[in-house]
């Protein structure tokens, strides 16, 4: 059964700096996937990674993927505070269909 | 793209009601539905899939007695928490995929059901 770790749990940054998000899984994942969730909000997606070593981009996020390694990371460059909000990675999604999910980050930008 | 409404976005309801929420593929069809729920500021644990025409699967531990799922067309899935209670009290949230043009997961926006 696929498990997914995420860390930090809780990242406080400051406006202007870079941070990572960790995604580890246990096993083989088809693919990955990243989400926004605000506050009382569902989810937006952000990222789909479908092989090793995609790298997406979109805006101050990317995301990269390393199946060999069972690694997903979530990069941020220069830190805005409309950043702040949780993110989720997600594995799975292939023959079951469905998604587990990492414990979630939440971020705070502080000015 | 692909636009997955969920209805009603809160809900109250008194101990021992039923509640139903509704989950549906606005621009797609999709055979399958997922159903998660989510307390206060932790992750999304998945409580069944809802197979259209067909059975939903559920996930360990969750009372499917309790938890009534029900997928009777391509673009509806029924969510009913039956005799709810306090600790029901939860975001409930759907999500579907549109095969046929991607591999995302669209999410509804969610319903806050309170159990008072």
């Known amino acids: 059964e696929l498990k997914v770790e995420q860390n930090p749990l809780f990242l406080s940054m400051q406006e202007g700096k870079n941070y990572t998000i960790y995604c580890n899984y246990s096993t083989t994942s088809d693919r990955l996937y990243w989400y926004r969730q605000d506050p009382g909000k569902s989810l937006e997606s952000l990222f789909v990674?479908?092989?090793?070593?995609a790298v997406k981009q979109e805006g101050r996020l990317m995301a990269s993927l390393d199946t060999k390694a069972r690694l997903s990371t979530l990069h941020i460059t220069a830190a805005v505070h409309d950043l702040s909000a949780t993110y989720f990675c997600a594995g799975g999604g292939a023959a079951g269909n469905k998604l587990t999910f990492g414990g979630g980050t939440r971020v705070l930008v502080k000015p | 793209g692909a636009v997955v409404s969920q209805h009603p976005s809160r809900v109250i309801c008194k101990s021992g009601t039923s509640v139903k929420i509704e989950c549906r593929s606005l621009d797609f069809q999709a055979t399958t539905m997922f159903w998660y729920r989510q307390f206060p500021k932790q992750s999304l644990m998945l409580m069944a899939t809802s197979n259209e025409g067909s059975k939903a699967t559920y996930e360990q531990g969750v009372e499917k007695d309790k938890f009534l799922i029900n997928h009777a067309s391509l673009t509806l899935s029924t969510l009913t928490v039956t005799s709810a209670h306090p600790e029901d009290s939860s975001f409930y949230i759907c999500?579907?995929?549109?095969?046929?043009?991607?591999?995302?997961?669209?999410f509804g926006s969610g319903t806050r059901l309170t159990v008072v």
């Open positions: 999500s579907a995929r549109d095969i046929l043009t991607g591999y995302g997961y669209t």
């Open positions: 990674l479908l092989s090793n070593g």
